[in-house]
């Protein structure tokens, strides 16, 4: 039985036969395609598809500490030091060197988490513990919890959304306010740790 489609009679032998026809055609067609994307460099692909994200869309770090950070002391911003990572896809972070930061390779907006565990049991009377995130150098959010009485260990966060441009650097800060004495920031995964991930231009 014969169909009319927009005016052109086709069987299902008609339909058949060019499928098969067409098939080489579609095949050589997209193979093409595929070589000339990769033939270009990435700053081509950047102004053909406009987003570092269409690259870099798994551009993220998880850095943290595997080991304690002892005898801080208390009044004053520390930086916390992270010497391990649970993963690290664009060498964002350095287990040796200028380990406090996280460092972006790309311009764009980025999501930034950092958690700490303070433990007060040194510090006499203590008042405020607090944790900031840096941004080249300079506070940028913060979390500030006031303590408990018969209290000596403290979970803190801090996140925020940043635009940063490239080779930009955060880091992670945490005061602990008191009388007099020193903390301990406590070093496992689950406990320290700071996140950075790339979100978009």
């Known amino acids: 039985m014969r169909q009319v489609v927009q005016g052109f009679p086709f069987n299902s032998r008609d339909v058949n036969a060019l499928v098969a026809a067409l098939r080489p055609i ?49 009044n004053t911003f520390a930086t916390i030091t992270f010497n391990a990572e649970n993963f690290d896809t664009d060498t964002l972070h350095d287990n040796s060197t200028a380990t406090a930061r996280l460092t972006t390779q790309i311009p764009g907006q980025y999501l930034v988490m950092g958690r700490a565990y303070l433990i007060t049991t040194g510090v006499t009377t203590p008042t405020n513990v607090a944790l900031r995130i840096l941004r080249n150098g300079a506070a940028v959010a913060e979390t500030l919890i006031p303590t408990a009485a018969g209290s000596n260990d403290y979970m803190i966060g801090v996140t925020s959304l940043l635009s940063l441009a490239a080779a930009d650097y955060v880091e992670l800060q945490a005061q602990v306010m008191g009388a007099s004495g020193t903390y301990t920031i406590d070093g496992a995964s689950q406990l320290t740790h700071f996140e950075m991930a790339y979100m978009g231009e």
Not at 39 to 63: K, P
């Open 26 to 74: 579609i095949e050589e067609f997209g193979d093409r395609i595929n070589k000339l994307l990769l033939g270009l460099n990435e700053d081509v692909v950047h102004q053909i598809f406009g987003q570092n994200r269409f690259r870099y869309r798994n551009t993220m770090v998880r850095a943290y500490k595997s080991t304690n950070q002892t005898s801080v002391a208390i």
